[in-house]
Structures are given as C-alpha cells and as structure tokens.
C-alpha cells in the first residue's frame, strides 16, 4: 500500500502566486512613466537592477523565515515570535495597508486595459469627476463585477485561487517574452539617446544616478507581492524549504523581466516618443512600429498580456491578504472573529472586506493610482524592515529554531535593515526625492488610526485570553510553539 500523497500548493503554484503578484499590469501601462521619471530608459532599467540590492536581502529573510515559521500571517508570525505582540501587529498592519491599496488598485486599472479593447467603456458623459478623472458608470459597473468574480474564486479556495494564478501567469509570461523579441527586432541604439535627460514635470533629480534612483524608490511598490507566498503555506504539499526559495526566485526573475523590458522597448523607437504615449504605451508601441496586421496581432498579444497580469496581482493579494489578516486575528491583534474561515478554510470577513473595498476602485478613478502607490511602498518598507530585524533577533533569541533554509551570514539582512532605515523616513519628509505626498501621508495616518482602534477595541479580549492561548492560536499549524514574552 502506498502513502497518500498531501495534496496542496507545489512549488510551482508558490512561484506562480508570487511572480504573478509581483508583475501584474504595471510593465504595460507604467514602463513609459518609468522613464519619463528616470530621464530614460537605462537610468530606469540601472533603477531596477539596483533594486535587487535593496530585494535580495529581503526576499533572503523571508526564505529563511516562511519555512521555519510556516504559518498564514507571515509579517505577523516573525515578528511576534521576535518582538510579542506589539511590533507584530505595527508590522502586520503595515502590511496588510500595503497588500489591500493594491486590491482597488487592480480594479481600478482593468476599466483602463479594457476600454482600449472595448471603448464603449468610457463613451459619453462620465457619471462624475474625482481628482481630476472622470468616472464612468460602465466603468464601476465592470469593475464591480470583476470584483465579485475574484472574490468568488477566492472564497472557492486556495486551490482555485492558485489554478487561476497558474493560468494566467503562462499567459503573462508568453505575452512578455513576445513583448521583448519584436521590440528588439525593431531596436535602434540611437533611441536610446539621449541616455539621460530630465523630463519637466517628473521628478527633480539632475543627473544619471539620481534618475535611477527615483525609479528605486518607487520599486518596493512594483517589486512587491513575493509576500502573498508566505500566506499560503499551510497548504504547502512537500518540502517548505523550496516554498521559501521560490521568494528569491520570483522577486530575482521579475526585477530581471522589468530591467529587459526597459532596455527592450527603450530601443525599439525613440524612448522620448515612447513615453508621451497613451497607456497601455507597451501594447501602442507596436502599432506604431509595425503598422498594419502584424502591429495590430502584436498590439492585441500585449493587451492580453496586460490583463493576464493585472489579474495575477489581483488574485494573488485577494488570495493573500484575508490569509494575512486572519494571522493578525488568530492573535488577537485584531477581532478573532475574523480568523473565522469556510470550509474551504478561506477567512470570511477578510475576505469581504478585501471584495468590498476592490469594488470601490473603479469608483475613486485612476486620480488615486499614484497615492496608493506610494502609500503601499512605505508600507511595505516598514513590514520588511521588522521582518529582517526579526531574523536577526531570532538568531540569538532562537538559535534552535528549525530553519530548513538560513542566509548565509546576518550581514545580508543587516544590509537591508540599513537601506530600509534610511528609505523609510524619507518617504514621510515633505520636498524629499521620495515623499509619498499629501494624500499618501494622509492614507498612512489614516491606516495607523484605524488600527489602533482594532487594537483598543481587543485589548479587553486579550487581557482574558491567556497569552499562551493566543500564541497557541497564532501558530496553530507548528508544534514547537514557544511563548514570546
């Protein structure tokens, strides 16, 4: 008789949700803005390949943690079993505000992929106007529909959720190598030239460096999401030690992807052309370079693409952040009633939320895009900055702590803990290269209030529930539980 083999998520599916969250839909409709903010695109493809820097030893900490802390929570699970329960829900929290921006954010941009296929989206008079951008009432109506739709599949299970994924991601993949050999059958060195020129309006750097450098600090937003991989890892079949490299795997690939894309496109017309496009400006690249039918298979293979990628990221943080909240709930950070699942073992009211708040989307409009985007950066960077401060604390707290992957040397998450203390505060300080802005500062004060009125409104649940009951709760799927504080 043969053992039954555990059925769940492979390696593949865990590369899959990562890599698929991580690229999404930004490398159709924000290459050309990436080089309008960088002054071209090499300083915006020297940008991303300086991001894996700053990546690497972040992607690094979460190999060595998702395995030896394998429980839904990630952020949430590293930081309490480091720090307690304070700096777990401050880095949970965090991101949890970083993975539910990018939700309506998707929502949002399918109106825009979409109505490029289907004008009909956005004829006539728009319903309203918000920050500068009208609305539609087509508009809300698709947006809200694809919602449910996500939502549905989400509520279905993991198993769906990652089968969609896994779909889409080929797609995508097959769509961008296409991308990337027709712009270098058209690739003319000269359009790369000027190789760095500063663009009025976008950004106030001077130089090369400082180019590449503004796009490096909008990264941790695009580079983001090889984060939903440690929220699925309790219905990890085989060994979790691959689960953990699959981060590195996803977030190396994906910041390689966006670095020749740039080089790519940058040189298959003059990049100053290029970038006052239209979004998506990857898809009318090729109408333009290769008029008649092959411009137009080329200009639909790109769009398909587009979408193949805005849903990955969409399914991937709709499967991921009810698994991240449900972490914080399981803890008590948050109400516990929240780490309530179906029988699938999806958490109901995460879920909801998450379905709600995608539906709102297409009703604030594309004005929001860049405030969320800079919101969810910072965000990010104060979850990654306690989960490597997390690490480094558990090597000497923990030192016999399972770890079926650990980094080489604690200089590597050391190094990441520098880049994300200087990073951090600069996105918060008014005329800085990467201040997040008014309304970005606002939603960042917003998300802090709002969780700390979950966190009073448990504290008397947590006063009554002993703390190795919550601890417990949180780490439910391990057994070498140990209590925090």
Known sequence: MTKEKKQGLSAFDFFAIGFGAIIGVGWAVSINSWMANAG????????????LLFMIPIALAYAEMTPALPVAGG??????????????????????????????WEAIYINKILSVL??????????????????????????????????????????????????????????????????????????????YEHQADHGSHSNFMLGAISVFAL??????????????????????KQVGKTVVLAVGAATIFYAILLFSIGGAMPWKEFFVLEPPAASHLFQVIYPGTIGDILWISTLVGALAGLITTWNGFMLATPLLMMGLARAYLIPHSWSKTNKAGVPIIPLIICGALSA??????????????????????LSWFITMLSLVKLRTKEPELHRP???????????????????????????????????????WAGWMFVGLILYWITMGTRKRVPEAEQVASLYRSMSNVATTE
């Open 405 to 443: 992957y650990k980094v080489p040397t604690l200089a590597i998450p050391i190094f990441g803990i520098i880049i994300c203390a200087v990073i951090l505060p600069l996105y918060l300080i008014p005329k800085s290269p990467v201040y997040i802005g008014t309304i970005g500062v606002a939603l």
């Open 118 to 195: 289907f004008p009909a989206i956005t004829a006539g008079e728009p319903a309203y106007t918000l920050l500068n951008t009208p609305i539609y009432t087509t508009g809300i109506m698709v947006g809200v529909l694809m919602s449910l739709v996500i939502v549905f599949i989400n509520w279905v299970g993991i198993q769906s959720a990652a089968l969609l994924q896994k779909i889409m991601v080929i797609i995508l993949l097959a769509s961008g190598i296409l991308t990337i050999i027709a712009a270098f059958i058209s690739y003319d060195s000269q359009h790369l030239q000027p190789i």
């Open 360 to 381: 709102l989307g297409p009703v604030l409009g594309t004005g929001i895009i860049d405030p969320f985007t800079m919101f969810s950066a910072a965000a990010f960077v």
């Open 75 to 104: 952020a949430v699970a590293f930081a309490y079993r480091a720090f307690g329960r304070k700096m777990a829900f401050l880095s949970g929290w965090a991101a949890v505000g970083a993975f539910i921006t990018i939700i309506p």
């Open 219 to 240: 990264s941790p937003f695009f580079l983001a999401g090889f984060e939903t991989i440690p929220q699925g890892i309790e219905d990890a079949a085989g060994d979790v």
């Open 40 to 51: 071209g695109p090499i300083p915006a493809a020297v940008g991303y390949l300086l991001s």
